[in-house]
C-alpha cells in the first residue's frame, strides 16, 4: 500500500503534467489551474505521509520497496523504489519546492502557461523518481528525466541569449549525466553482481571488494561526473548564467532540487560503495571544494545583478558540502545531507523573491533597486529572512548544517587548516548578503515602475503562501533538526559507520609505513 | 564418380525449399505486379491510380509482413541445409527479414507524400523499393560468397536508379553518378576480396584447403588453420572494405554528404536505415562466421575505423546547416556506435542484441526525421537548412513534437527509446572491456547533442513572421503519432522489445 502511494509519487505528475499537454487550451483554461495544482500537491502530501509511516525501529534501510519488472531484467534493471533515511529528506525537499514552484507558477502569467506548467509537473515527477529509486539505472533516468524539461523551458521562456545558454548548459550536462553514467555502468559490471540495485551492489561489494585502482577510477568518473552536474568548479560556469536566464520556477526546481542529485549520488552510493577510491581522490575533493567556496565566494562578492548573485551563491555553497564528504565520517555525511535539504528551501526561497522583486523594479541590477522596505514590507521581510538563512544565521536549517560540516572537520586533525579557509566563506557570504540588504530593501525608493499599479507592490496571496511554506519549513528544521537527523543517523551510521573504522586502519597503517620507512 | 555428382545435385535440387523464399519472391512478384498497372491503366485517371498503387504497395507489403510472422515456422528454417548451402537462416536473419520489410513499409510511405509533392513516376520507385528490400532480406540470409555477391548487386543496382530517380534535379544526377561510380568501386574491391579468398583457399598446398572456398562454414574452417596467411588477411580486409562502404564508416565515408543531400528524400532515408542495417548485420555475420579466427587481426583495425568514424560523422556534422548532410554526417557516426558493437559481437555474442535495438530505433527516430523533411520541404528539399525549421512548434506543435521526438531519440536523451540503444551498447561495449572506445563514443555522444539541440532549438524558437501554420494530413497524424508513442513507449519499457530479440 505504502509502496504504491511512493511510485504514485511519481505516476501523478506524470499523467497530469502530460494531460496538460495534451488537453486543447480551450477546453483546458479553467482546468488547468486545479490539475497542476492537484499534480503537485499529492507528491507533497505523500512524502508527508510516508514521512510520519516511516518506522525508526529499524536497522536502517530501505522502507515502502516497490519493485516492477519494466523488461530488462536480463541486465538486472528493475524499477526499484523505496526510501531510506538519507533520500527521505530529500525526498520531501523536493515534493516541497516542486508544490511551491508550481504553485507560484500559476499566477506567472507565462505565455503557453500550460505547456510551462506540464513541463514543470514532468520534472517533479522525475525528481520524485530521481530520489526514489534503489536501481541506479532509474536514478540516473529519473534524473534526465527532470533534466530534459529544464532544457526546454530555458530555451523557451528564458530570459536573453538563453538559446545559447541553453545550449551550453545542455553539453555541460550531457557531459556531466554521461560520465556519471559510464562510472555506474563500470560499478555494476566490476561488481559482478550482475544488477543495477544499490543494495545487491553494496553486499557485492562488501563480500568482494575491488581493487584499489579499479575504484579509484570509477569514484573519478562518478565524482566529476556528478560533481559537473552539482556546478563544481571549475565546471561550475553554466550554473549562473542558466539560471540567471531560467524562469523562476524552473530556476528553484533545477538549483533547490535537481542539483542536489549529484550530491546525494555521491552521498549515497558513491562513497558508501567505493571508500578506497574516495579516499584516494579526497585531497580533489577538498581542493575543488575550498575553490567553490573561496574562488566563487569572491566572484559572487562582485556581481551587481540579483539573480546572477544568487546564482553564484548557490554555486559557492556547495562547496561547504563537498568538504562535508571529504570527512568520511557519519557527522559529515549527516551535515552535507542537512546543507543539501536546507540549501535545497532557501535558494528556492531566493529565486522565488528575486522574480517578485524583479516584478517591482522592471531590472535585476541591484544598484537601480532601492527601499523595498517601503515600497513592498512583507516582500523586504521574507527577502531579508532568506538572505538571512541563506548566509548561515542561527535558527535556520542552513546554519546547522553548515556548522555540522565545519565540526565534523575539525575532528580530523589533519584537516584543521581547511577550517581556516573555508571560514573565510562566512565572510564572503556576510558580505554579499547584507550588502544585497542594503541595496535593495534600504535606501530611497526609486520611482515605481509605473504609478498605476501601486496596488500591486506588496506580496499577493500566489507569492505569500509559497514563501511562507519554503521559510517555515527552512526554520522547522533549523530549530528541530531532529525530525531528520533520528531518520537518517540508523543509516548514516550504517553507510559510514564502517568506513571511519576503515580509514582509521588505513591511516594507522600509513602511519606505520611511515615510522618504518 | 559420376554417382558421386548425380547424387551431389538430387542432394542439391531436394534442399530447394523455394516456400522458404516465399516472402521474398512475393516481394518481387508485387513489384511487378506495380509495372503491370502502368501498362494498363488510363492516363487520364493518374491521380487516382497512383493512389491505387501506393495502396496496393502498402497492403501488400503488410500482407508479407504479417505472413512472415504467422507462419514463421516454415519461412524460417533455423539449421536445415538449404539451397545446397546457398542460405542459411537463423532467429537473427528472421528479425532482420522484419526489419528490412518494415524499413521498406516506411519508405514507401515517405515516397507517397515526396513524389506527389515532387511530381515524379510513382509506380518505377514502388517496384525498385521492393526489389531492394526482397535484395536485401536475400543478403542476409546468404551463406555462400555468390549469393552474397548477387543479392547485394541486386540493391545496389535498385539504388543506382533511385538515388538519381529525380531526373530533371542536377543534385540528384550528381549524387547518382557519385554513387554508381563509388558503389562500383565497393563493389570491385568486395569482389577482389572474395576471389582472394576463394583462390587461397583452394591452394593444396596449405593445411585444409576446399574447392568450396565461397562457402561461409567452408571459408571459416580454412581461415581458422590458416589465420596468419598474408593473402587471407587482404581478402579479408577488403571483404570489410566493400561492407564498411555500405555502413558509411571511415574511409568510405566520403560519398555520403553528397549523396544524401542529392538523392530525393525516401531514398535518402532508404540508405540511412535500411543499407546501413544490411552492413552492420552481414559484417557481423561474417566476423561471427569466416573471419571468426581473424579476431586478434582485425580488432585492432575495426577500433581504429570505429574510432575515426565516430569523430569525424560529429565534428563534421556539428558545423552543417544543411539538414540533409547533417543527417548524413550524423549517420556515419551512429554507424561508429554501431561499430563498436560489431566489435564487442566478436567477444559477446550477446551483442547482437544491442545492435538490433539499436537499428530498430535509429530507424523509427530516422523515419520521424525524414518525415518532417518531406513535411516541410516546398520545392528543393537537397538545400533545406535548419533556419527553415525556425518556428516550427510554434507553427504546428504537431510537427514540433514529431521533430524534437525523432531528433532527440537520434541524440540518445532519455525516457526515448534511442538512449535505452545507446545504454545496451555501452553496456556491451563494457562487457568487451572497450575502454578505448566506450570514451571515443562519449565524445561522440557530447558533440552529437550540440548539432541535434541546435536543430531543436530553432524548432523552438518564436516565428519572427507571420508565415502561415503547416498543415499536416490526418493520417499522417495517426502514423507519425504512432510511431512517436512507440519511441516513448520503448524507452519506457524497453523489454517488449527486447524479449521479441531474444
Redesign the interface.
Given at each position: 500500500m505504502d509502496s504504491q502511494l511512493l511510485f504514485s509519487a511519481i505516476w501523478v505528475p506524470f499523467i497530469f503534467g502530460s494531460s496538460l499537454a495534451l488537453i486543447p487550451s480551450k477546453v483546458g483554461s479553467k482546468a488547468y489551474k486545479w490539475i497542476s495544482l492537484a499534480g503537485c500537491l499529492w507528491p507533497f502530501l505523500v512524502a508527508w505521509y510516508l514521512f510520519f509511516q516511516f518506522e525508526d525501529g529499524l536497522q536502517g534501510g530501505y522502507q515502502f520497496e516497490f519493485l516492477q519488472?519494466?523488461?530488462?531484467?536480463?541486465?538486472g534493471i528493475y524499477l526499484h523504489l523505496g526510501l531510506n533515511g538519507i533520500s527521505l529528506p530529500l525526498f520531501i525537499l523536493a515534493a516541497t519546492v516542486g508544490l511551491a514552484a508550481i504553485f507560484y507558477a500559476l499566477h506567472s502569467h507565462a505565455d503557453r502557461i500550460q505547456l510551462y506548467l506540464s513541463l514543470l509537473l514532468i520534472m517533479l515527477s522525475g525528481l520524485m523518481g530521481t530520489f526514489s529509486s534503489i536501481d541506479l539505472?532509474f536514478f540516473?533516468?529519473f534524473h534526465?528525466?527532470a533534466l530534459?524539461p529544464s532544457?526546454?523551458m530555458i530555451?523557451?521562456w528564458g530570459g536573453v541569449a538563453r538559446?545559447a545558454i541553453?545550449?551550453e548548459m545542455?553539453?555541460y550536462l550531457?557531459?556531466g549525466a554521461?560520465?556519471s553514467?559510464?562510472g555506474l555502468?563500470?560499478l555494476y559490471?566490476q561488481s559482478g553482481a550482475d544488477t543495477f540495485s544499490m543494495l545487491a551492489l553494496s553486499n557485492a561489494l562488501a563480500e568482494r571488494p575491488l581493487t584499489e585502482t579499479i575504484e579509484s577510477n570509477i569514484f573519478a568518473l562518478l565524482f566529476f561526473g556528478l560533481g559537473i552536474l552539482v556546478s563544481l568548479f571549475p565546471f561550475h560556469s553554466w550554473a549562473p548564467k542558466g539560471y540567471a536566464a531560467a524562469p523562476s520556477s524552473a530556476a528553484m526546481l533545477h538549483a533547490g532540487v535537481l542539483k542536489k542529485f549529484g550530491l546525494y549520488g555521491l552521498l549515497q552510493i558513491a562513497i558508501p560503495l567505493l571508500p578506497m577510491g574516495a579516499f584516494a581522490w579526497s585531497p580533489w575533493l577538498i581542493t575543488l571544494g575550498l575553490c567553490n567556496i573561496v574562488i566563487i565566494g569572491l566572484v559572487t562578492m562582485a556581481q551587481k545583478d540579483l539573480k546572477q548573485m544568487i546564482s553564484y551563491s548557490s554555486v559557492m555553497h556547495m562547496g561547504y558540502a563537498f568538504l562535508g564528504l571529504a570527512t568520511f565520517s557519519v557527522l559529515g555525511a549527516g551535515g552535507v545531507l542537512l546543507l543539501l535539504v536546507a540549501h535545497g528551501l532557501s535558494v528556492a526561497l531566493l529565486f522565488m523573491l528575486s522574480t517578485s522583486i524583479y516584478k517591482r523594479f522592471a531590472t535585476f541590477d541591484m544598484s537601480e533597486m532601492g527601499g523595498l522596505g517601503k515600497i513592498a514590507p512583507n516582500l523586504s521581510v521574507f527577502f531579508v529572512l532568506a538572505i538571512m538563512a541563506s548566509i548561515g544565521l542561527p535558527g535556520f536549517a542552513n546554519f546547522l548544517g553548515e556548522f555540522v560540516i565545519f565540526a565534523a572537520i575539525a575532528e580530523h586533525e589533519s584537516l584543521r587548516w581547511v577550517l581556516f579557509v573555508s571560514a573565510l566563506g562566512i565572510m564572503i557570504s556576510a558580505i554579499y548578503g547584507l550588502r544585497s540588504i542594503g541595496n535593495v530593501v534600504f535606501g530611497t525608493p526609486v520611482k515605481c515602475n509605473s504609478e498605476e499599479e501601486v496596488e500591486l507592490n506588496d506580496m499577493k496571496m500566489f507569492e505569500k503562501l509559497p514563501a511562507l511554506l519554503l521559510l517555515g519549513s527552512l526554520m522547522i528544521i533549523g530549530i528541530f533538526p531532529k525530525l531528520f537527523s533520528d531518520k537518517a543517523n540508523r543509516d548514516l551510521m550504517h553507510l559510514y559507520g564502517d568506513q571511519e573504522m576503515v580509514l582509521e586502519e588505513i591511516s594507522r597503517s600509513d602511519e606505520n609505513q611511515n615510522l618504518n620507512d | 564418380m559420376t554417382n558421386g555428382i548425380t547424387s551431389f545435385l538430387q542432394e542439391l535440387s531436394l534442399s530447394n525449399q523455394w516456400l522458404v523464399l516465399l516472402p521474398e519472391i512475393s516481394l518481387a512478384l508485387l513489384s511487378l505486379v506495380l509495372l503491370g498497372f502502368d501498362l494498363f491503366g488510363k492516363a487520364s485517371r493518374q491521380a487516382v491510380l497512383d493512389e491505387f498503387k501506393f495502396r496496393i504497395s502498402l497492403m501488400g507489403q503488410l500482407a508479407i509482413l504479417a505472413l512472415l510472422i504467422i507462419g514463421r515456422e516454415s519461412f524460417n528454417q533455423s539449421g536445415s541445409f538449404l539451397f545446397g548451402g546457398l542460405v542459411e537462416q537463423s532467429d537473427q536473419t528472421f528479425l532482420m527479414r522484419c526489419f528490412f520489410i518494415l524499413g521498406s513499409i516506411f519508405v514507401t510511405v515517405l515516397a507517397s507524400r515526396f513524389l506527389s509533392k515532387a511530381n515524379l513516376p510513382k509506380a518505377e520507385y514502388y517496384h525498385l523499393c521492393l526489389l531492394a528490400c526482397a535484395g536485401f532480406m536475400l543478403l542476409v540470409q546468404s551463406a555462400q560468397f555468390v549469393l552474397f555477391f548477387v543479392s547485394l548487386e541486386l540493391v545496389t543496382i535498385a539504388f543506382y536508379i533511385l538515388v538519381a530517380f529525380n531526373r530533371t534535379n542536377a543534385l540528384s544526377l550528381e549524387a547518382g553518378l557519385k554513387y554508381l561510380t563509388l558503389g562500383a568501386l565497393s563493389s570491385a574491391f568486395l569482389l577482389f576480396g572474395i576471389v582472394l579468398l576463394y583462390g587461397i583457399s583452394g591452394n593444396p598446398n596449405l593445411e585444409g584447403y576446399t574447392s568450396l572456398g565461397f562457402q561461409f562454414s567452408q571459408l571459416q574452417e580454412f581461415i581458422h588453420l590458416n589465420a596468419d596467411n598474408t593473402i587471407v588477411r587482404v581478402g579479408a580486409l577488403m571483404v570489410i572494405a566493400g561492407i564498411c562502404f555500405k555502413l558509411g564508416a571511415f574511409p568510405f565515408q566520403i560519398w555520403i554528404p553528397d549523396v544524401y543531400q542529392g538523392a530525393p528524400t525516401p531514398t535518402t532515408a532508404f540508405l540511412a536505415t535500411s543499407s546501413k542495417a544490411a552492413g552492420v548485420f552481414v559484417l557481423i555475420q561474417l566476423l561471427q562466421g569466416p573471419f571468426l579466427a581473424l579476431s586478434e587481426f582485425l580488432i585492432p583495425i575495426l577500433s581504429i575505423i570505429c574510432t575515426i568514424t565516430i569523430l569525424y560523422g560529429n565534428i563534421a556534422a556539428s558545423g552543417q546547416s544543411n539538414v540533409k548532410r547533417l543527417l548524413g554526417l550524423s549517420g556515419i557516426s551512429h554507424a561508429g556506435y554501431l561499430l563498436m558493437g560489431i566489435i564487442a559481437s566478436f567477444l559477446i555474442p550477446e551483442s547482437f542484441v544491442a545492435v538490433f535495438f539499436y537499428l530498430c530505433l535509429y530507424l523509427l527516430s530516422s523515419f520521424l526525421v525524414f518525415g518532417l523533411l518531406i513535411q516541410i520541404s516546398q520545392e528543393e528539399e537537397g538545400q533545406l537548412e535548419i533556419g527553415a525549421f525556425r518556428g516550427l512548434y510554434s507553427k504546428n506543435a504537431f510537427l514540433g513534437t514529431m521533430g524534437i521526438i525523432g531528433l532527440g531519440s537520434l541524440a540518445g536523451i532519455p525516457p526515448l527509446g534511442g538512449f535505452i540503444g545507446k545504454l545496451l551498447l555501452l553496456n556491451v561495449a563494457f562487457q568487451a572491456e572497450l575502454y578505448w572506445l566506450i570514451g571515443v563514443a562519449l565524445v561522440g555522444i557530447v558533440i552529437s547533442i550540440y548539432y541535434y539541440f541546435g536543430w531543436i532549438r530553432a524548432m523552438l524558437t518564436e516565428q519572427e513572421s507571420e508565415e502561415k501554420a503547416i498543415a499536416i494530413s490526418f493520417e499522417d497524424r495517426i502514423i507519425y503519432g504512432f510511431i512517436i508513442a512507440l519511441i516513448v513507449l520503448l524507452g519506457l519499457i524497453p523489454g517488449i522489445l527486447i524479449s521479441i530479440i531474444q
Open positions: 519488472s519494466t523488461g530488462l531484467d536480463s541486465l539505472f540516473y533516468f534526465e528525466f530534459i532544457f526546454i530555451m523557451i538559446y541553453a545550449l545542455t553539453i550531457t557531459l554521461l560520465l553514467l559510464v555502468i563500470a559490471q | -
